[in-house]
T-cell receptor, first 114, second 115 residues
Framework: GEDVEQSLFLSVREGDSSVINCTYTDSSSTYLYWYKQEPGAGLQLLTYIFSNMDMKQDQRLTVLLNKKDKHLSLRIADTQTGDSAIYFC??????????????FGTGTQLKVEL | DVKVTQSSRYLVKRTGEKVFLECVQD?????MFWYRQDPGLGLRLIYF???????EKGDIPEGYSVSREKKERFSLILESASTNQTSMYLC??????????????FGPGTRLTVT
């Protein structure tokens, strides 16, 4: 079955880079996603990467994908206090009726210290 | 902007009560989902629906049922609430984004406490 794993906590200093790691199991996933959840809120899509890419950059965010090892990472450059949140990686699989189902990791709580 | 709303942010119910959680989306999305979120376990899929009156079990459907009578509304029902259903419940709807990516849009969540 699907299993997406992440470490539970990460603490960094403001201005440093943060790297959040994720391993997934479904090699047929077409897209892999990073979602952010701020306190008291639902999840918000941050970025995604197509499975035939190995890197995607979007402003301060860099996603790296190692398909051979089924390893996904999210790097946040110049981490700010506003980046403190829970970050979820997710892999997708198709539904019989159409659309996709996402399997989420356990989430990584990022704490940014001054 | 896509909007997914949930009927309550906080709910307190007694053991054995029937509980309804409502979710409404305003973007004409076919697919809708109910998850529960627990610390250290991430999001777990309870049920999903890919069309009106269609429903599919997710990974943890026991103790729950759903209803989708209209495209924009997806309800989660706890037939007889139990303390182990105390959790944060998140609703989502989905569409395809640019280049075939798949995006789920989440509501703010309902924190349910069963006493």
């Amino acid at each position: 079955g699907e299993d997406v794993e992440q470490s539970l906590f990460l603490s960094v200093r403001e201005g440093d880079s943060s790297v959040i790691n994720c391993t997934y199991t479904d090699s047929s996933s077409t897209y892999l996603y990073w979602y952010k959840q701020e306190p008291g809120a639902g999840l918000q899509l941050l970025t995604y990467i197509f499975s035939n890419m190995d890197m995607k950059q979007d402003q301060r965010l860099t996603v790296l994908l190692n398909k051979k090892d089924k390893h996904l990472s999210l790097r946040i450059a110049d981490t700010q206090t506003g980046d403190s949140a829970i970050y979820f990686c997710a892999e997708s699989m198709g539904l019989t009726g159409g659309g996709n189902k996402l399997t989420f990791g356990t989430g990584t709580q990022l704490k940014v210290e001054l | 902007d896509v909007k997914v709303t949930q009927s309550s942010r906080y709910l307190v119910k007694r053991t054995g009560e029937k509980v309804f959680l409502e979710c409404v989306q305003d973007m004409d999305h076919e697919n809708m989902f109910w998850y529960r979120q627990d610390p250290g376990l991430g999001l777990r899929l309870i049920y999903f629906s890919y069309d009106v009156k269609m429903k599919e079990k997710g990974d943890i459907p026991e103790g729950y049922s759903v209803s989708r009578e209209k495209k924009e509304r997806f309800s989660l029902i706890l037939e007889s609430a139990s303390t182990n259903q105390t959790s944060m419940y998140l609703c989502a709807s989905s569409s395809y984004g640019p280049l075939g990516s798949y995006e789920q849009y989440f509501g703010p969540g309902t924190r349910l406490t069963v006493t």
